[in-house]
């Protein structure tokens, strides 16, 4: 077996899994830190395969051992935690940790597990596997996509600060809030693969006929939350960040907008969905604001669109047929009912609870803890996980040394080091400066 799959089948053959041993009560417990931990590498090693067009053994052994609807479970009991328990615990007045490193892990699990389910999705076997998780999924991405809708409305971006520090639980609300934006984001991509795969007559209509997602998209267009206009400047949101847009590249679609126009071909214009969908004249106001957006240097950069525009163009002077009745069966998303149904009523409890048992590590667990995700990011452990050997800094050829500061750069000889230093010694600075903070704040929080 290849060394790097180890990180799978820890998770794949544990028992390890909310819907087996716990309730929102037992959340945070040891074996939770251990799986948060396997999900992270899993994570970082699937979007290493996927970015390397590699053989993607990730996604295999998840779909061979039907852990998506795990994975779907998990972020789901997560995002309630975080909806009804997390706030509670802020307002309890007692409630002084430490260290909120802890409620940090948690508040960052759903985005480990939607990035993970981000890269997997793409595929049709993995949608499958899925099964009737899919619905409970369709539903989280629904959710996420009318928060950030509606935000976007209200003219508010929401990001997260990638120097935020986390000492406080204020501060720990605010990183909570902006981390939502970059889930709903990933939500979006999921929903589009849902849309590329999904088969089940069920499922189609719940995207259709429960969620109208058809419209809840065209509002994405319109709103677009992921570009902005500060200072007189454009900006869009990519690979993680705000960045400023050059004027020549203001029309250039970015791979959100891609995702809302693949999604919105594939809900209107495959021959199930269009079946299903109810053209009725509120649908059909909301669908034809579309037209405005379909410029001809749009289409050039995504062609299948020009199909799209014109569909629009035949639905703008015809009244489609009423959407056929059929009877269908459909399957309820029970996950998000379950879950609430079993906690109403508890959340404060729970809140207390885990004050009590879990927030409040002593020392030594909090060391460990620390210890644990010093690991899970170790240089070296993430560079075995790379599908290329680094490169020299300076020359390009393969590289066997690393600037002893601050360990990010590669070089083949020392005369390579001394050539680049100008170049690198900014970098070198701000990444030295930034493991050191990083370093005094683990021993401040595990000291105290």
């Known amino acids: 077996m290849n060394p790097d799959q180890c990180y799978t089948h820890h998770f794949v053959s544990s028992s390890i899994s909310y819907q087996q041993t716990s309730k929102s009560k037992c959340l945070f417990i040891h074996r939770w830190f251990k799986q948060h931990d396997y999900l992270e590498k899993l994570n970082m090693q699937a979007i290493l395969n996927a ?26 009991l997560v995002e309630i935690w975080k909806q009804n328990v997390f706030p509670i615990l802020c307002q309890l ?42 619905h409970d999924l369709v539903d989280y991405c629904h959710r996420k996509l009318t928060l950030l809708v509606g935000r976007a409305s209200r003219g508010d971006c929401l990001t997260l600060d990638k120097q935020t520090d986390v000492s406080s639980l204020k501060e720990l609300q605010e990183q909570n809030t902006a981390l939502e934006f970059e889930i709903s984001l990933k939500a979006l991509s999921v929903l589009r693969y849902i849309t590329d795969h999904a088969n089940s007559i069920s499922v189609i209509n719940r995207m259709l006929c429960t969620h109208n997602l058809p419209c809840l998209l065209v509002q994405m267009v319109e709103h677009s939350p992921w570009s902005r206009y500060t200072s007189g400047n454009t900006e869009k949101y ?62 050039d950069q995504l062609p299948n669109l020009v199909e799209l525009q014109r569909f629009l163009g035949h639905l703008g002077v015809t009244d489609p047929a009423p959407p056929k009745r059929d009877l269908v069966l459909e399957q309820i998303a029970e996950m998000w009912n379950n879950i609430m ?5 508890k959340w404060k409890a729970i809140a207390k609870y885990q004050v009590k048992e879990t927030f409040n590590p002593s020392e030594s667990v909090l060391r460990q803890q620390a210890q644990r995700l010093a690991q899970t990011y ?18 390009g050829k393969k590289a066997t040394k690393r600037c002893s ?14 050539k680049h230093w100008l170049k690198h010694k900014a970098a070198c600075q701000l990444m ?17």
């Open 51 to 76: 970015s390397a067009a590699q053989e993607e053994f990730i996604k295999e052994l998840l779909v061979s051992h039907g852990k998506i609807p795990i994975l779907v479970h998990e972020m789901i």
């Open 341 to 345: 149904r079993d906690n109403s009523g």
């Open 378 to 395: 170790n240089l070296d452990v993430m560079e075995n996980m790379l599908p290329d050997k680094p490169k020299c800094g300076a020359c």
């Open 238 to 299: 990519i690979d993680g960040k705000w960045q400023k847009i050059p004027p020549q590249d203001h029309l250039k679609m970015s791979k959100l907008d891609g995702q809302v126009w693949i999604a919105l071909y594939n809900l209107l214009l495959k021959e199930d969905c269009q079946r299903k969908y109810d053209f009725n004249n509120f649908n059909k106001n909301q669908l034809l604001k579309l037209r405005g957006f379909l410029t001809e240097v749009l289409i």
């Open 93 to 134: 007045q007692d409630f002084n940790p430490k260290s909120t490193f802890p409620l940090y892990m948690v508040i960052h699990h759903e985005a480990t597990i939607i990035n993970l389910l981000e890269t997997v999705m793409f595929h049709k076997d993995s949608c499958e596997a899925a099964d009737d998780s899919l």
């Open 432 to 448: 030295a400066e930034g493991s050191e903070k990083l370093q005094q704040d683990l021993d401040i929080q595990t000291s105290d």
């Open 405 to 418: 500061r601050c360990q990010g750069e590669w070089y083949c000889h020392r005369e390579c080091q001394v």
